[in-house]
């Protein structure tokens, strides 16, 4: 069968921005076909990837809005929202269009507007995915972080001080990323006296509230050097649910969401966890490095955090986990994060990362939504 | 507890092979089975399986908001609820608890639910 590859990518600024979606959709997306060489008319699919644009910001309809500005017109448009898992979510729907054969040039661009709100209505939004037992009880993303951590440092017997070391890594790795909305190191002092924002966890173990965009170009491989001679080749990927009421599952430390995209994801691409060189995951929460981690089957179940404590994580160890900076440092614009991990993914795979390059063929990024609810991982290898 | 018999039950949904749930669901999450009968859970005592405060909490919800995820054993099946708790004080992992009525949790319409969409009473949990 031929594989899909990925010809052009980008990411805008992540921050504090002044643009409003559609503009920065249109950043991402114009950026994304020049670096490939394609024009907007060369589409055939257009997908973006966005939670929630009516409830941020009054804007929908955004996907039609998108290809009007790339002169994209008559391409097919969709949005795609799986809420944090939104960008996952358009890789497999931009990886199914071209390899169904019913898109010969797709367009994934995945964004979020967020900063203009205030931390409680951001926080609301994002928390009304949750079923209404639980939203009536005021519960958010960060309480159920806040829940899971406590559960995990106890059954698994972990230091407080191993998540805090999650935060110190990945804000050291953004420092060398110009895109990440904070590009400062903390020391785990700071990250353990940081205000407490669902005990056991802190200000530090959170990402933040982030405006961005970025965007991918996907082909069949084989008329890829069409286009470049620099592509990445899509060999896996796959998406998943578990339980939409968080409480309802046995164990609250394993997120099968992850462990089942992840299973499907490998075996479409013939390979394994060992077989990872680098992988970006989605650490909306310090706490969920470690599981997605495990559960990826990097490293046995209550064994993550022994992995960040020994620095194998580490950009310079065995398995680099988040080189961008992760949600944590780079931000979390909801729509725009999985496609985000790709970018990161894309640049390390062809050599362009810069002061973060590490040695790497093959990447793995898992993007999550909800709280484990929905989960897409994707395997980007070289050719 | 539910003391008084207008107080509404915190009903866990069975399916006929014996799985509980809570809430229920259109077909049983274990089993894809119908959901034919409840099992109150309001008079009973659970076990905390983890616990939180959360302080940074979205329009009209307490600041702080105590949380926990509580076990319940109903005939050798497990259910679990999530909620407030009363207090935070002395609560651990394993602390017994009962579940105390509250006519409203949150502030209906403060938040961005709809507020005709959902009920916004329930049970808060008590350390025993």
């Known amino acids: ?383 | 507890m539910s003391d008084d018999d207008t107080e509404p039950p915190l009903d866990a949904h069975r399916c006929e092979n014996g799985h509980l749930s809570y809430p229920g669901h259109a077909r049983c999450p274990d089993c894809g089975a119908e959901q034919t009968e409840t099992v109150d859970l309001a008079d009973r005592t659970g076990e905390v399986v983890t616990w939180t405060t959360s302080t940074a909490t979205p329009p009209g919800v307490r600041e702080p908001n105590h949380l926990a995820i509580v076990a319940f054993e109903v005939e050798g099946e497990a259910v679990r609820a999530l909620g407030q708790l009363t207090t935070a004080d002395g609560v651990e992992i394993g602390t017994a608890v009962e579940p105390v009525y509250e006519a409203e949790l949150r502030e209906p319409g403060a938040g961005i639910r709809e507020p005709e969409s959902q009920a916004w009473d329930g049970y808060r949990f008590e350390p025993v």
């Open chain 1, 1 to 383: 069968m031929d594989r899909v590859a990925i010809v052009g990518a980008s990411m805008t600024q992540f921050g504090d921005r002044d643009e409003w979606l559609l503009d920065l959709l249109a950043e991402a997306g114009d950026a994304a076909l020049s670096d490939a060489g394609v024009d907007g008319a060369d589409l055939d699919h257009l997908y973006v990837s966005n939670m929630a644009s009516g409830e941020f910001e009054g804007q929908t309809g955004v996907p039609n809005a998108l290809a009007h500005d790339l002169a994209a017109m008559p391409a097919y448009t969709a949005r795609i929202d799986q809420t944090s898992s939104s960008g996952g979510a358009g890789i497999y729907a931009a990886w199914q269009s071209v390899a169904s054969g019913a898109s010969d040039v797709t367009l994934l661009v995945g964004g979020e507007k967020m900063t203009h709100r205030t931390t409680g209505e951001a926080t609301d939004v994002i928390a009304s995915l949750t079923h209404p037992v639980e939203y009536k009880h005021g519960v958010t993303l960060p309480s159920f972080a806040g829940l899971t951590a406590r559960k995990y440092l106890d059954q698994y017997d972990a230091p407080r001080e191993s998540l805090g070391k999650v935060a110190v890594k990945n804000h050291r790795n953004g420092l060398d990323n110009p895109h990440a909305q904070f590009r400062k190191e903390v020391d785990l002092e700071t990250v353990l006296d940081s205000p407490i924002v669902a005990d056991p966890l802190r200000l530090y173990d959170f990402c933040p509230i982030t405006d961005g965009s970025a965007g991918l170009v996907f082909c069949p491989e084989s008329v890829a050097a069409e286009y470049t001679d620099d592509y990445v080749v899509v060999s896996g990927v796959a998406g998943a649910t578990d339980t939409h009421v968080v409480h309802e599952r046995d164990d609250p430390t394993t997120m099968r969401g992850v462990v089942e995209s992840s299973r499907q994801a490998y075996e479409m691409a013939g390979l394994g966890p060992d077989d990872v060189d680098v992988a970006e995951l989605h650490d909306m929460f310090t706490i969920l490095e470690f599981l997605q981690s495990e559960d990826l089957g990097f490293f046995e179940k209550g064994e993550g955090w022994k992995a960040v404590e020994d620095g194998v994580t580490d950009r310079d160890g065995d398995l680099p986990i988040n080189t961008s900076g992760g949600l944590k440092s780079k931000g979390h614009p909801l729509g725009a994060s999985g496609v985000a991990q790709a970018y990161e993914l894309y640049q390390q795979l062809l050599g362009r990362a810069g002061d973060r390059q590490v040695d790497a063929e093959i990447g793995l990024a898992c993007n999550v939504g909800g709280f484990g609810n929905c989960v897409t991982t994707t395997i980007l290898e070289q050719p």
